[in-house]
Antibody
Framework: EVQLVESGGDLVQPGGSLRLSCAAS????????MTWVRQAPGKGLEWVSA????????YNADSVKGRFTISRDNSKNTLYLQMNSLRAEDTALYYC?????????????WGQGTVVTVS | DIQMTQSPSSLSASVGDRVTITCRAS??????LAWYQQKPGKVPELLIS???TLQSGVPSRFSGSGSGTDFTLTISSLQPEDVATYYC??????????FGPGTKVDIK
């Protein structure tokens, strides 16, 4: 079964740091791009960061540039999001999701999410 | 970054009605447009990619069309299980991967 399981969400003070992880299983992880998408309580979906299948190319939303870093370890089938200089507006449910190709970013598989609270 | 807009922001329709949601991109994105459905309290689900390609397992009453800057999602016959918020998303990597603000669909 294709599956994504996020972890690492927590309560953190403004200015603090956190690292999220997303463990993938059920397919050849390196074949697909990956992404982080967040959803603040009662709000819509906001794309955060993305990375291609090999990890050579990354993309970040303007709202997190210079603060968040996406990475992946294809030997461990794991996606990461390093979040620094956290702000109250970063509070959200953070989903990891799979792109539908090596360099394709329509997101066809989603995890259940992990909650980040900045307060 | 590119801006994505959707209209309407919400709608209420009867079971069996044809429902159309519009998505507009601030720049041309060819056909790099995806549609997602998010039911209350659930994880988003990809319905359509490449503007009009239905994902496996998605009911055929859903369809997508458009290219460039203007796109539509159509539900040909609304069903109770279609109550959800629908999001469009640009996935042209030169322009970022912005989501639209969402359209909430209810049953009248």
């Amino acid at each position: 079964e294709v599956q994504l399981v996020e972890s690492g969400g927590d309560l953190v003070q403004p200015g603090g740091s956190l690292r999220l992880s997303c463990a993938a299983s059920g397919w050849s992880f390196s074949r697909n791009a990956m992404t982080w998408v967040r959803q603040a309580p009662g709000k819509g979906l906001e794309w955060v960061s993305a990375i291609n299948g090999g990890g050579s190319k990354t993309y970040n939303a303007d709202s997190v540039k210079g603060r968040f870093t996406i990475s992946r370890d294809n030997s461990k089938n794991t996606l990461y999001l390093q979040m620094n200089s956290l702000r109250a507006e970063d509070t959200a449910l953070y989903y990891c999701a799979r792109g539908n190709g090596y360099n394709s970013f329509a997101f066809d598989i989603w995890g259940q999410g992990t909650v980040v609270t900045v307060s | 970054d590119i801006q994505m807009t959707q209209s309407p922001s919400s709608l209420s329709a009867s079971v069996g009605d044809r429902v159309t949601i519009t998505c507009r991109a601030s720049q041309g994105i060819t056909n790099y447009l995806a549609w997602y459905q998010q039911k209350p309290g659930k994880v988003p689900e990809l319905l359509i990619s490449a503007a009009s390609t239905l994902q496996s397992g998605v009911p055929s009453r859903f369809s997508g069309s458009g290219s460039g800057t203007d796109f539509t999602l159509t539900i040909s016959s609304l069903q109770p299980e279609d109550v959800a918020t629908y999001y469009c998303q640009n996935y042209n990597s030169d322009l970022g991967f912005t989501f639209g603000p969402g359209t909430k669909v209810d049953i009248k």
